[in-house]
């Protein structure tokens, strides 16, 4: 045996094989590239690039049909789908269809998961009746309600989440820092929660037309602040700047300014003539006067937008707002963070425009926009109202004739007509809308799609929420009475000696049993 060709051979064996085996490597690793980025064959044998679907429903394993074909398995459901529209059916014993014709980007993950499907026989259950009631929120968590009645020097707590809710009563007049017949007086509206939902900015408002802004402490009432009072001010607007509302933005005058309560101090104004203002937590938007422009021929005042993070020496400028007239404009002013990123939103009249990246930071020697224009577009009409959806991915903008809704996750635009103008914009949860429409509560998703009703309300102003476990829809129903001197059937620990008026109207909170 020639030992010199046989070891020859050998290391050719040998370079193949590996030659081999990293070929077979590269094309399995670049087989799963393809396979990762969504790419496989379609029924007619096509190679092509498909998008991945989630569709999360709720209540879940519910069944769903894709094209009118029935899927293998139920929700939670994931998909490849060739690129393009598909007709999505989502459908469960006992419960109405859900369905959408849904756009799928091939390469990319669409993930739907405000899929809610209602029961087609609902049970429903009274919790407590109230008389005259004053005011009513939800918590943003959807895990505590609070309810003021006219007759009754309390506020009550309930805990919705629970089988039997429960409740617990916080004296009124110590969270408003009154005598308990000055609490009586007057209107009481809540304008926001802090984020750990344990504390309340209110605006209180008195007969002669006076109002005072409170932070209610909802765990110790006794250490709520009258905001007016204790800052000599008279305040047009305050937000939580923290979610401790320890600090709060505010706008007085037309002054902006940061109120620290842990230390009871009002700083100097960050920017006066300050005409709108948003919030996202320790940085605050607002539209003012370019101080750095100047005046046009006409004497016209040049106004701009711009951002201020708390503790920096001062503000950056992010745009001007050219032909811009603050006697004329409709503006609305919206600020998020989605997905690590942060947007700033705004509308002048009808035009809409979406600003998206990293609030920017101020020092002496550099100001810095991160901010970029993603998406503008023109409204069929001037909003007259705007929202953002508590995840901070939607903003919805409403007129008096359509609803416009931007998805800041997929940069998608819907548009839909509405009957009558809306008085609010309101979250059933984080992704549907409702409205009280002929004495019915109508539901519908974000983009306009699902319309459904779901309850028979008389139409009062109060508020209709999912509880966080997604087991209840809570609202209130409303009943004229006539005048009686019958105690008042208002929680037992409330004032037993309360009787009701002559148009007395009393509220039935109601639960919908949803899984």
């Given amino acids: 045996m020639d030992r010199a060709k046989s070891k020859k051979i050998r290391n050719i064996r040998v370079i193949a094989t590996n030659i081999f085996m990293c070929i077979s490597v590269v094309v399995i690793v670049f087989i799963l590239m393809l396979i990762a980025m969504g790419f496989s064959f379609n029924e007619t044998g096509k190679f092509e690039q498909f998008g991945y679907v989630q569709l999360v429903s709720r209540p879940s394993d519910a ?42 980007d091939a390469g990319l993950l669409t993930r739907v998961d405000w899929i809610r499907l209602f029961p087609t026989n609902p049970e429903i259950s009274d919790i407590t009746t109230i008389h005259n009631l004053r005011f009513a929120s939800f918590s943003p968590n959807r895990k505590y309600l609070i309810t003021a009645s006219k007759t009754s020097p309390y506020l009550y707590r309930y805990q919705i989440q629970d089988d039997e809710p429960r409740s617990d009563k916080i004296p009124l007049d110590e969270c408003l820092g009154s005598s308990k017949e000055q609490a009586d007086e007057g209107a009481i509206s809540i304008v926001a929660w802090n984020d750990n939902n344990n504390k309340i900015i ?28 204790k800052y000599g001010l ?10 401790s509302a320890s600090k709060l933005w505010a706008l007085e005058d037309g002054n902006l300014r940061l109120i620290d309560t842990s230390n ?3 700083a100097a104004p960050i920017a006066k003539n300050v005409i709108k203002i948003a919030h996202n937590h320790d940085t605050v938007s607002f539209i ?35 032909d811009f007239d603050k006697n004329t404009a409709t503006i609305k002013l919206a600020m998020g963070s989605y997905w690590n990123e942060d947007w700033l939103a705004y509308s002048i009249n009808k035009r809409f425009t979406v600003l998206s990246g990293k609030y920017p930071s101020y020092s002496k ?17 001037e909003p007259e109202l705007a929202s953002f959806n508590p995840p901070q991915r939607v903003i919805v903008l409403a007129g008096n004739n359509s609803i416009t809704s931007y998805d800041i996750e997929t940069k998608t635009s819907y548009n839909y007509d509405i009957s009558t103008p809306l008085a609010s914009i309101n979250w059933l949860d984080d992704y549907l809308l409702w409205r009280n429409s002929d004495n019915e509560i109508i539901i519908r998703d974000f983009d306009g799609n699902n319309r459904r009703k779901v309850a028979s309300s008389i139409d009062n102003p109060f508020p209709v929420i999912i509880s966080e476990n997604n087991r209840y829809l809570y609202y ?17 620990d409330s004032d037993p000696t309360a009787t009701t008026e002559e148009t007395a109207t009393k509220h039935i909170l109601k639960r919908i049993k949803l899984q």
């Fill in 288 to 322: 003012a006067p370019n101080e750095d422009a100047e005046q046009t021929s006409d004497g016209t005042t040049l106004y701009s937008l711009n951002t201020y993070r708390e503790g920096e020496d001062n503000y950056v400028h992010i745009t001007d707002l050219d």
């Fill in 476 to 492: 209130f129903d409303a009943i004229k009475e006539e005048t009686t001197s019958d105690p008042i059937n208002a929680p037992s």
């Fill in 264 to 266: 009871s101090t009002a």
């Fill in 202 to 229: 209110a605006k209180w408002s008195t007969d002669n037309k006076k109002y005072s802004w409170h932070i209610f402490d909802l765990e110790r009432p006794k250490n709520s602040i009258n905001l007016t009072e």
């Fill in 234 to 243: 008279n305040f047009d607007i305050v937000l939580a700047a923290n979610s």
């Fill in 365 to 381: 020697s550099e100001k810095k926009n991160s901010l970029k224009k993603t998406y503008e577009q023109e409204l069929n009409e």
């Fill in 63 to 104: 069944s769903v049909s894709i094209d009118n074909k029935s899927q293998f398995g139920h929700t939670e459901l994931s998909k490849l789908l060739s690129g393009g529209n598909h007709a999505i059916s989502i459908t469960k014993q006992g419960y109405d269809t859900w369905s959408q014709n849904l756009k799928v």
